[in-house]
């Protein structure tokens, strides 16, 4: 479906966040330019394992226009605002600062392109003590806590795919739709800058471990597929040494597995095992 037809996108990326978000609206229609650098997106460069490209690169940017710009050169800084000022949405990931070093600072864009929704995207922010440090999904996964809830055997793990860089990507995209819905309701027709970290798209998904641990005294530890907070749930070995998987949400299904599964309709009502509290409590003697 092409809802966005007719938005036109300027995305000034590279590597996944950025890129992820303006994927999505490329794919809903609209039409998405991609500014990249003389020697190109880095993400290109990653590996060669898609016919010559890189996974990511292929993944991320299918259905863009892409242009070679240097900002730092006057007729293309000249010509990129001119894409600017056809553009609805503006989206970017530049360092925290180089935007406005370059000479186009948010906050003036948003002056002269009225319109404009403008977002961008960092690794802590465009303002507090680490706004300057570098990011990469590995370091927003361990200090938000993820690592300490994936993984087995008290061993940080770190999610198997770029789960920081897809989670600010997503938090992008809706913040983006939300503006340019509220940009249509709005006698002004004003659009709106947007600011989306990595880190505070990634705590966000903490915040279960986070009101356990501050309310309930419950520190959620990585149980691989087990799940923290639920009980049963995870990878059971049968009698032929193969596995299977349960994950049981709720008590409905919790009778269910015993009565049509298990066949054992007293385990419903077994002390230990009526209530998911109970269940979790006496996890090693249910499993």
């Known amino acids: 479906m092409n809802d966005l037809e007719g938005i036109t996108v300027v995305a000034l990326e590279q590597a996944v966040a950025a890129p992820y978000v303006s994927?999505?609206?490329?794919?809903?229609?609209?039409?998405?330019i991609k500014i990249e650098r003389a020697e190109g997106d880095f993400a290109?460069?990653?590996d060669q394992l898609v016919?010559?490209?890189?996974?990511?690169?292929?993944?991320?940017?299918?259905?863009?226009?892409?242009v070679t710009l240097n900002l730092?050169?006057?007729?293309?800084?000249?010509?990129?605002?001119?894409?600017?000022?056809?553009?609805?949405?503006?989206?970017?990931?530049?360092a925290p600062g180089a935007l406005g070093r370059l000479g186009f600072e948010p906050e003036q864009l948003t002056r002269d392109f009225p319109g404009l929704v403008i977002c961008s995207i960092s690794g802590y922010g465009e303002t507090g003590p680490y706004r300057t440090q570098k990011a990469y999904d590995l370091l927003i996964q361990a200090e938000t806590g993820?690592?300490?809830?994936t993984g087995v055997d008290d061993e940080l793990t770190r999610v198997g795919v770029s789960v920081s860089d897809i989670s600010a990507g997503m938090t992008a995209y809706?913040?983006?739709?939300?503006a340019l819905f509220a940009r249509e309701r709005d006698p002004e027709h004003k659009g709106r800058i947007i600011n989306v970290s990595l880190y505070h798209a990634t705590a966000d998904w903490m915040n279960v471990p986070y009101l356990q641990h501050r309310y309930g005294q419950f520190t959620p530890?990585?149980?691989?597929l087990k799940h923290p907070s639920i009980a049963p749930y995870g990878a059971f070995i049968c009698g032929d040494a193969k596995q299977i998987l349960f994950s049981i949400q709720n008590e409905r299904e919790w009778r269910d597995?015993?009565?049509?599964?298990l066949e054992d309709e007293t385990l419903t009502s077994h002390e230990h095992f009526s209530n998911n509290s109970r269940r979790l409590e006496h996890r090693e003697e249910l499993e």
């Open 146 to 149: 993820l690592c300490s809830v």
């Open 44 to 46: 290109r460069h990653y």
């Open 221 to 224: 530890r990585n149980h691989g």
């Open 174 to 178: 809706q913040d983006i739709l939300q």
């Open 51 to 66: 016919r010559g490209q890189s996974a990511y690169f292929v993944w991320l940017n299918a259905g863009k226009e892409s």
């Open 72 to 94: 730092k050169a006057s007729n293309d800084a000249a010509l990129f605002r001119n894409m600017l000022g056809a553009a609805d949405v503006f989206i970017q990931n530049l």
């Open 257 to 261: 597995l015993c009565h049509q599964v």
């Open 23 to 32: 994927g999505r609206l490329a794919e809903a229609g609209a039409r998405v």
